[in-house]
């Protein structure tokens, strides 16, 4: 699937967009990806909010208890308003998981906010349904 892209949108934003979910689908790459966030960024996962990157460092952690491998797959970008400081996009996410499963093609939304300069995000919001994911992180490990 190529990832559809609204017309103007720089060559910056598309590359940003594709190394953050690059960066994302990486477990230890915890720096590389809070230097796509603002200090202060607002991180909204959804039920989970936090208030900036200190936070979000330990989230990513979490993230990975029950997970070995993530594919973010984006779809289609959209833009809000004048410029390029406000984006949705969505895609779908592959699961790897601990206990063996495998969960494909859980889809999901985000919305990215840029600061000021339009380099860093200052609100990352997703919107994930999660309930098959958890499923399956409960199912009994392979043998």
């Given at each position: 699937m190529s990832l559809i892209l609204p017309k103007g949108l720089s060559e910056e934003k598309v590359q940003f967009i594709k190394d953050f979910y690059k960066v994302s689908d990486e477990p230890t790459s915890v720096d590389k990806y809070l230097s796509f966030l603002s200090e202060d960024v607002k991180f909204i996962m959804g039920p989970a909010i936090i208030n900036g990157a200190p936070g979000v460092r330990e989230m990513r952690k979490k993230m990975w208890e029950?997970?070995?491998?993530?594919?973010h797959k984006p779809?289609?970008?959209?833009?809000?308003?004048?410029g390029e400081?406000?984006?949705?996009i969505?895609?779908?996410?592959?699961?790897?998981?601990?206990?063996?499963?495998?969960?494909?093609?859980?889809?999901?939304?985000?919305?990215?906010?840029?600061?000021?300069?339009?380099?860093?995000?200052?609100?990352?919001?997703?919107?994930?349904?999660?309930?098959?994911?958890?499923?399956?992180?409960?199912?009994?490990?392979?043998?």
């Open positions: 029950g997970v070995v491998s993530r594919h779809a289609q970008v959209y833009v809000f308003g004048e400081g406000d984006l949705m969505h895609g779908t996410l592959d699961f790897g998981l601990r206990n063996g499963g495998f969960v494909p093609e859980v889809g999901w939304a985000a919305r990215m906010l840029f600061d000021d300069e339009g380099k860093k995000m200052k609100l990352y919001q997703v919107w994930l349904d999660t309930s098959i994911l958890a499923k399956a992180l409960q199912a009994a490990p392979s043998s």
